[in-house]
């Protein structure tokens, strides 16, 4: 162990959790104790990068399809906006579907719909500012911006599709792991897609640095958590 360890050991999150820890210690009943340790245990796990790497890659479909010269369109559901002191622009995961939606764009001549409304009043459509970064890349994009969920990503976009004449499959491009609940979606809704989701990240390295707790690895379980609870109520009949 390194200064560098000792110093994730004691700065924030960690350092928070011990904190935590402690109280847990400091507590006068057994039933607030307990509580307490479970806080901090479940904290410590979620924050984890190689269990918040695992929990996400779970989500991942087992049989993604290869991108196909099948389908009628290419359906890139949006993902989230930034902003900073030039504006707005599509954020990081929004860029990232952006990308590798035009890369296979180019290389099937297929057309492009990008959906996803306002995540937030007063901000504009996450699909307009996609957009915009699919015109940088030399790539027109057909914009969908009413849908406010991947439910409706799939219902407007196949009527935005059908709309233009579009036949065909839908290619679907989004993140590997949202991409179960889009093609469930897609079946509750009866749109014929196929998956082109992206390139899944690997695991972390198993170093030490690995099990300690991350703001990335919160923020990865948060999704992963997201999207599962998403996989149970779109079965549960919450997509319509």
Known sequence: MNRTDIAELLLPPVG??????????????????????????????LG????????LRSLALADGARPSIAAGALLVLGGEVARDDRGYEAGAASEARV???????????????VTGGMLDQGEPAVAALMAKSFAERGVEARVEDRAKDTCENLRYGAALAR??????????????????????????LGVPALPAPLPLEALPRTTFRAFLPAPRGWGESYWALHEWLGVILYRAGMCR
Do not use: C, Q, Y
């Open 16 to 45: 928070l959790l011990w904190l935590l820890l402690a109280a847990a210690f400091a507590a006068h009943t057994r039933r607030s104790r307990a509580l307490v340790l479970l806080v901090f245990v479940s904290m410590w796990i």
């Open 48 to 55: 984890t990068p190689m269990i918040s790497r695992i929990a």
């Open 99 to 113: 990308r590798e939606a035009a890369r296979i764009a180019k290389n099937l001549r297929l057309p492009v719909i």
């Open 163 to 188: 709309e233009a004449g579009l036949e065909g499959p839908l290619l679907l491009v989004t993140h590997a792991w949202h991409m179960r609940r889009a093609m469930i979606a897609a079946d509750i």
